[in-house]
């Protein structure tokens, strides 16, 4: 592994395009769209826009967690934002989120359209809209919020950080893959400390802080992202897994990493949702490939 070259900073930074290994081409220093085009519209109250990363996730899990309690006013399309071609810049999805990330949904509910951005943002306003999955209690309310902000707050450490220098930079560099490892196992271990004795990040309510933290930290403990089970030694967090495992299993929670998928499997794979019905037609198509390849 190599060690850091030593850079002396201009005293202006100037973008270089191709300086930003893989992503390159789709980071930028600057804001708005890049091209003309409307995004598209089903019939039902939500509009989601999104790709299935972690941050995309959280939001299919939630709305397939509201729809397993009997909420038909949950029902949603998911339309897919493949964030590498670009798509999260079109002048349809700006004018959702001016910040041009990935999950950004609508409400259409009372007929007037409410744009909602930021990961946290939709879980919080799904869950004050419903009444689901956040507590009741002003003092438990408060605690779940914690959570939900240190997650917001320290995912790009995991992300950003580690996930980039160790998965995605031109070169292995020691030194930020060693800055961000560190603090990714810190995270690890202030989570596995917490549900030593706790079902779920609040005690014994499932919430949309386990959704949140589920997808980034529950995705790593289960060998999901990045590639980097072994190195980060994360079967040795054994609370964070079994909690990570417990969840996995949820109906909703299996149906809502299809949504928006584009990597893995193919079976796993549901690029768009706009019915229940398509995840009983993905089904199908698994059994029938399975049976066409024996």
Known sequence: MS???KYTPPVVWVWEKENGGKFAKINRPISGFTYEKNLPKGIHPFQLYSQGTPNGVKVTVML???????IKEAEYDAWLIRIGKGDQFSSGFVDINPNSKIPSLTD???GTSVKVFESGSILLYLADK??????????ARTECLNWLFWQMASAPYLGGGFGH?????????????????MEVK???????????DK????????TIADIAIWSWYGALVLGRLYGAEEFLDVKSYKNVLRWAKFINERPAVKRGRMVNKISGYPGSQLHERHDASDFQNKTQDKIENLIFKS
């Open 3 to 5: 060690k850091l070259q």
């Open 64 to 70: 397939e967690e509201l729809l397993d309690l009997g």
């Open 108 to 110: 259409n509910t009372n």
């Open 130 to 139: 419903f009444k689901k999955f956040i507590p009741k209690s002003f003092e």
């Open 165 to 181: 220098f160790y998965a995605y930079a031109p070169e292995k560099l020691e030194y930020p893959i060693d800055r961000f490892s």
């Open 186 to 196: 810190r995270q690890l271990d202030v989570l596995d400390k917490l549900l030593s």
């Open 199 to 206: 079902t779920f990040i609040c005690n014994d309510e499932y």
